[in-house]
């Protein structure tokens, strides 16, 4: 391919992800910081009308002040573990706006404890946040998506939603849980005009490791090193927009050693096993 040819594609997907997200209402959970927050920050620039949701207004309050027009953007708070929130806030938020155009599923907590010490209010925690809360809010809003025939529903992952690792077993069970559920749905709506995108990031530096759940339910409260070193947040939000721009039904954002791993779960399984058995989250 010639050097104008490249140059040519290139304008094309920026133009494409400008377009894309013009005057479309964008609703981010979990956008109080990390991905999500990045997301909206990056989503702000392509003139989308951004809803901010995450139980902390004053880190909402924060996201929408960085956003290049916070009068295009609104805070909404919401608990993804309190099933008649989420009823209620989508309700409220389909009548205000009478659709949302997209929904990115965001929010969601991790785990470092060992199965055997993990108490199993940490399994339902995670499972409530991570995988019942999201497809809850992505089942309300799907009707008025089908009835538009226009709709598109991005949900962010994991690796571990791919291959499970040491002391995250809850975590990837959650994650795995998304995407059994999302490939199925995308299969049952396939010619509604309704897109189902998954996302699967590698480490992004975020406090997702800061936050995680240990065998009691406490946070963990430090920062894994990988995760220190992994993609910026920013980062992977310029590469996921212009990927859920092109209608990717699958999106893989991660590093050298995530991906790897991905390979060898599909190809080399007997060998992924003897590299992380007993491998500890550096």
Request: hydrophobic share 40%; aromatic share 6%; glycine share 8%.
């Amino acid at each position: 391919m010639s050097t104008f040819s490249l140059r040519r594609n290139t304008c094309y997907l920026k133009l494409k992800t400008l377009t894309y997200y013009k005057n479309k209402i964008v609703w981010i959970t979990g956008a109080s910081s990390g991905i999500g927050k990045a997301m909206a920050i990056e989503l702000s620039k392509h003139g989308g009308y951004v809803i901010l949701t995450s139980r902390s207004k004053d880190k909402l309050e924060k996201t929408k002040a960085e956003l290049q027009d916070p009068g295009q953007a609104e805070i909404v708070l919401l608990d993804m573990a309190d099933s008649d929130a989420i009823d209620s806030v989508t309700t409220n938020l389909l009548q205000k706006h009478g659709h949302i155009d997209i929904l990115i599923n965001n929010a969601g907590i991790s785990q470092r404890s060992l199965t055997l010490d993990t108490d199993m209010k940490v399994y339902h925690r995670l499972m409530n946040i991570n995988y019942f809360g999201v497809i809850q809010m992505s089942k309300l809003l799907l009707p008025s998506m089908v009835a538009k025939k226009s709709g598109h529903i991005v949900t962010i992952t994991s690796v571990n939603g791919k291959l499970g690792s040491y002391m995250k077993s809850g975590y990837a069970g959650s994650k795995h849980a998304l995407h059994g559920f999302f490939d199925s749905l995308r299969a049952e709506i396939d010619d509604s005009g309704v897109d189902i995108t998954l996302i699967t990031p590698g480490y992004v530096q975020t406090d997702i490791s800061m936050n995680a759940l240990t065998k009691d339910g406490t946070p963990q409260k430090s920062m894994d090193s990988n995760t220190a070193k992994g993609i910026p947040a920013s980062t992977f939000a310029q590469k996921a927009l212009r990927q859920i721009a092109k209608g990717k039904a699958e999106i893989i954002i991660a590093g050298g050693i995530e991906s790897l791993g991905l390979y060898l779960k599909r190809f080399l399984p007997g060998v992924l096993r003897k590299l992380t058995a007993g491998r500890k989250e550096a």
